[in-house]
Nanobody
Framework: QVQLVESGGGFLQAGGSLRLSCAAS????????MGWYRQAPGKQRELVAL????????NYADSVKGRFTISRDNAKNTVNLQMNSLKPEDTAVYYC???????????????WGQGTQVTVSS
C-alpha cells in the first residue's frame, strides 16, 4: 500500500558529496518518521539517520555525525540525506525507511525502499 521511491545514489571519490532523496506515496494517513539505513556486504543493516515528522528531532549514527545531514519536506512526504566528506567506508546500499500510520488510531507500520547503491572510491 505504501511505496518509497529513492534517488541520488551513485559513484564518487572520497571527500565528495552526494544527496539522497526518498518520497513516500500510496495509502497512508500520516508519517511519524523517516530515515536512512545502510548495509555493506557482510555487515548488519545499520541506522544512518532518522528524523521525526512532528517536532523535527533528528539523530545520527556516530560514524556519520558532522558529515551527514537529514532533512524533511512535509508537503512532499520526502526525506533527504545530504552526505558530505564521504569516505570509502560509507560504501553500501542505502535504504529509505518510513514509519507510518495507515488508518486512524491504527498501529504504526514500517515501509522500506528498494535500496540505492552508494560507492565511494579512495
Amino acid at each position: 500500500q505504501v511505496q518509497l521511491v529513492e534517488s541520488g545514489g551513485g559513484f564518487l571519490q572520497a571527500g565528495g558529496s552526494l544527496r539522497l532523496s526518498c518520497a513516500a506515496s500510496g495509502s497512508f494517513l500520516s508519517i511519524s518518521a523517516m530515515g536512512w539505513y545502510r548495509q555493506a556486504p557482510g555487515k548488519q543493516r545499520e541506522l544512518v539517520a532518522l528524523i521525526t515528522w512532528g517536532d523535527t528531532n533528528a539523530n545520527y549514527a556516530d560514524s556519520v555525525k558532522g558529515r551527514f545531514t537529514i532533512s524533511r519536506d512535509n508537503a512532499k512526504n520526502t526525506v533527504n540525506l545530504q552526505m558530505n566528506s564521504l569516505k570509502p567506508e560509507d560504501t553500501a546500499v542505502y535504504y529509505c525507511n518510513a514509519v507510518l500510520r495507515l488508518y486512524t488510531w491504527s498501529n504504526l507500520v514500517a515501509a522500506w525502499g528498494q535500496g540505492t547503491q552508494v560507492t565511494v572510491s579512495s
